[in-house]
Every structure is written in C-alpha cells, then in structure tokens.
C-alpha cells in the first residue's frame, strides 16, 4: 500500500513566525487534502489541493504531484493555529491519512 | 448550510456490548466514510458507504459494520466491544469519492 509522511511530527514556534509542513508520499494519488484537527478533536478542511499551488488568508499549500510531495505554509501564526496538521491522500478507493505534524504557538 | 452531524457526541460502554453511531452528511453528498482515531494508531479508514452500497473497506475485524440509507445517512455498528476499541470516531461525507472529504466533529466512545 501507499505510504504518507510528515514532517517535521513535531513544531513549536513563537505567535508570529512562519513555517512550513511537509507531506511525502510513495506512490501516484487522486487527490490530497490538508486538514487541521483542533485540540477538540475537530478536523477542519484546510485544501483539497491534487496538484499546484492554493492560498487561503495566511495559509498556502503546493502539491507537487510529480515527485510526490506537498507543502503546507503558515505565515504570521497564531495561537489559534496549534493542533495537528495532516495531510491526506485518495490512494485508488482509500482514503490514507499522514500521522500529522503537531504545531504549538506560544504567545 | 449544515455540516456533517455526528450522535452522539460522547459515550461509554463497557466490554462485550455493541454500539450504534451514526452520521448524517452534508445534504447532496453520497459518500459516507468512516475512520477510527486512536492515539497510537492515527487515523485508520474503517469502510466508505456511496449509495447504500459498501464501496470499500478497510483493515478491520467483521465486529465493525456500518450501513447507508437511502437518505444518504449512515450508521456504524460495533459488537462485542473491547477495551481496544476506545477511539475517536470521525465520518466523513463527500459528493463523490475524489472530491474533498468535510468531517463531522466525532463520536467519542471509551469502553470500561
């Protein structure tokens, strides 16, 4: 079966700075999904992004299909932006998650 | 318009019991998808439900079934519940398979 990555699992930045999430997987997908899960457990749809470049505010995420990786950008972040960032690919009729990146913004 | 809704939000069971949670889409989808969230194992894909027919299934024991009416909601079913089934329970509804996945905010289910 396909394999999907994340790094860094873990980053703690001070409120303000940037960072950037990386998503790798082994093999071709139909489509990937960037999701933030809040400490309440809720997972909240960030992109739905199978290839190129989308921004939302001070969020943007790259897929790169072709070598098989995306990246996810926080710019400016927030204490509201803590949580675990996953991302998520269709893999034929499988939906398979990362084992997420778990971001703390300290005030 | 209304999210996916997910009953209940909390509960808890003791070994041996079964349990029923259920899901309610987002009005138009007709995919429904079902996952586990354990803090050991991440999150696992249980089984997608895509007009009431079971279109894939993960790597789960026969105690987890589920099905879709034709409303497009869905129930899970556990039976003969372990202590190892203590999770977060998340679904999912979809227009169709490729399209972005919207997730309800979870049933929590810890069993004594």
């Known amino acids: 079966g396909i394999q999907v990555e994340q790094s860094p699992p873990d980053l703690i930045l001070q409120e303000g700075a940037n960072s950037t999430l990386r998503c790798n997987f082994s093999?071709?997908?139909?489509?990937l999904q960037w999701f933030h899960q809040n400490p309440w457990g809720q997972l909240i749809n960030l992109f739905y992004i199978p290839s190129g470049t989308k921004q939302n505010g001070r969020l943007s995420a790259t897929t790169v299909a072709t070598e098989r990786y995306s990246l996810l950008y926080i710019s400016s972040s927030q204490t509201t932006d803590s949580g675990v960032y996953f991302c998520a690919v269709r893999y034929g009729q499988n939906f398979v998650f990362g084992p997420g990146t778990r971001l703390s913004v300290l005030p | 318009k209304a999210g996916v809704t997910q009953t209940p939000r909390y509960l808890i069971k003791t070994r041996g019991q079964q349990v029923t949670l259920s899901c309610s889409p987002i009005s138009g989808h007709r995919s429904v998808s079902w996952y586990q969230q354990t803090p050991g194992q991440g999150l696992q894909f249980l089984f997608e439900?895509?007009?009431?027919?079971?279109?894939n299934k993960g790597n789960f024991p026969g105690r987890f079934s589920g099905r879709q009416f034709s409303n497009s909601r869905s129930e899970m079913n556990v039976s003969t519940l372990e202590l190892g089934d203590s999770a977060l329970y998340l679904c999912?509804?979809?227009?169709?398979?490729?399209?972005?996945?919207?997730f309800g905010d979870g049933t929590r289910l810890s069993i004594l």
């Open positions: 999912a509804s979809s227009k169709e398979g490729d399209q972005p996945q919207h």
């Open positions: 439900y895509f007009s009431e027919t079971q279109r």
């Open positions: 093999d071709s997908v139909n489509n």
